[in-house]
């Protein structure tokens, strides 16, 4: 059975202290880099490791944060996901993952399962049936800092970083009446979340500011998923004064759209225009391919973390420093076959 070397035994090789020899470990500025180098090449040839609960235990700090996503089958939750790990990993911060599954109470075992982790702080998506905050809340009695991304609650003065929905809405339909799209419809995501809200109101302005007055029949109340945008097209269909393009509030949706327009042999985009909104991979594509706004998902996950590393690094009990703080992305548009029709 292999032994596992301790500092001691460090300490012993070089004839120094255990102490100096965790101060070394630790970059303490005490210590002359001729003694951190020495002590580095020892631990490394002893196959040292050090244990970090005892670690976190000495310092009250674990350097892990937690991370709540509503799905890991989106592949922008994912892309966020790598901007976090990259800027965490720069800090020494460790990530641990959790879905939600879109649920409420997913997102509430989450939150206990990594408050009992000792994380440092929380970075979170709302589930898209969260109307209670309740559980994210309670984080400030634990002392720990949280900061939401994409999917944000603006009331709650939670620091977060979202991308500018309002414009990347108003981009997409200013875009397909540019196209000669002159009844333009849009599926719509759940109105207690401000990302879905804001894209409602980017489309309406711009049709506004076109003199476009859309009918209430235009807009589709859908739950952000591929069924709903068949179930849109399906509707947008049987009416008797049809659209002839959708903005659909997200890719998936948009996905659903594509696939029922297909099967009842609508042209797109032709007969009808399509754009998304989130820049799934899949869009680039299928055929046609995608219209739709990117959300810079990597930068947002790594402005994510430096909100909260701010946090964290403010003085102990302090969660208010950055509080109220949003940082906003600019959305990028990505037109393709689905909404060129000149």
């Known amino acids: 059975m292999n032994i596992r070397a301790t500092i001691a035994d460090i300490a012993k090789v070089l004839n120094v202290t255990p102490a100096t020899v ?15 180098k020495a002590v580095k090449e020892v631990a490394e040839k002893l196959q040292y490791k050090r244990n970090k609960i005892a670690s976190s235990l000495r310092s009250g700090r674990s350097n892990m944060i937690g991370v709540i996503i509503p799905s890991a089958a989106i592949n922008f939750f994912g892309e966020v996901v790598h901007g976090i790990e990259a800027a965490a990993g720069e800090h020494g911060y460790s990530v641990l993952l959790y879905q939600s599954n879109e649920l409420p109470e997913f997102e509430k075992k989450g ?30 009695e634990h002392q720990i800092p949280l900061v939401f991304f994409d999917r944000a609650n603006d009331a709650l ?20 009446i540019a196209q000669g799209y002159k009844k333009i ?42 069924a709903a945008g068949r179930e849109a097209v399906k509707y947008f269909l049987q009416l008797n004064h049809r659209p002839d393009a959708i903005f659909a509030v997200e890719d998936y949706t948009a996905l659903g ?10 042209r797109i985009p032709e007969d009808m225009g399509i754009v ?9 594509h299928i055929t046609p391919s995608l219209s739709t706004i990117d959300q810079q998902p990597v930068q947002m996950g790594k402005e994510a973390f430096r909100l909260l ?22 959305p990028i548009a990505f037109f393709r076959q689905s909404s060129l029709r000149k």
């Open 276 to 284: 998304g909104f989130a820049n799934e991979d899949f869009g680039a």
């Open 111 to 140: 939150i206990e399962a990594l408050i009992s982790a000792g994380v440092d702080g929380i970075l979170a998506s709302l589930a898209k049936g969260t109307e209670d905050f309740g559980h994210y809340l309670s984080l400030e």
């Open 157 to 176: 003065g939670i620091p977060s970083v979202v991308v500018d929905d309002f414009t990347g809405a108003y981009k997409a339909t200013e875009h397909l």
């Open 22 to 36: 965790s101060r070394a470990l630790n970059n303490h500025p005490g210590i002359s880099q001729e003694t951190k």
């Open 309 to 330: 590393y701010d946090l964290m690094a403010s003085k102990r009990g302090d969660l208010t420093a950055v509080r109220n703080s949003k940082v906003m992305l600019e």
């Open 185 to 226: 419809a849009h599926i719509s995501g759940q109105q207690h979340l401000s990302i879905f809200r804001n894209r409602l109101e980017g489309y309406k302005s711009a049709l506004h500011n076109a003199d476009i007055t859309p009918e209430e029949d235009w807009i589709f109340k859908g739950n952000v998923s591929i």
């Open 257 to 266: 759209a594509v696939k029922e327009l297909k099967e009842q042999y609508i």
